[in-house]
Nanobody
């Protein structure tokens, strides 16, 4: 089992920055990908950014050039640096760890990000 705890959400003005962090505990052996998803009111949960065990990253088009995902060398932390925030980035952000064998994934409890003046 893997437990994920997010931190770093809050209220920020448009153009501002926030850094989200996710700490993992438990059996993170063979976790393949670590990522961040978000869900805005009335919308489906969507991928924001993901990083693989080899360090490859991919981002949603809407956040490319503004958000940066990173992880520590022990791979039990994953962070999301969010710059140039826009009101449309307002959502609950969830940390996700996933492994392919056996297929499984784990979610954090979510952290609210609100971008508003």
């Amino acid at each position: 089992q893997v437990r994920l705890v997010e931190s770093g959400g809050g209220l920020v003005q448009p153009g501002g920055s926030l850094r989200l962090s996710c700490a993992a505990s438990g059996n993170i052996f063979s976790i393949n990908t670590r990522g961040w998803y978000r869900q805005a009111p009335g919308k489906e949960r969507e991928l924001v950014a993901r990083i693989t065990s080899s360090g490859s990253t991919n981002y949603a088009d809407s956040v490319k050039g503004r958000f940066t995902i990173s992880r520590d060398t022990a791979k039990n932390w994953v962070s999301l640096q969010m710059d140039s925030l826009k009101p449309e980035d307002t959502a609950v952000y969830y940390c996700n760890f996933a492994r392919s064998l056996p297929p499984s994934e784990y979610w954090g409890q979510g952290t609210q990000v609100t971008v508003s003046s």
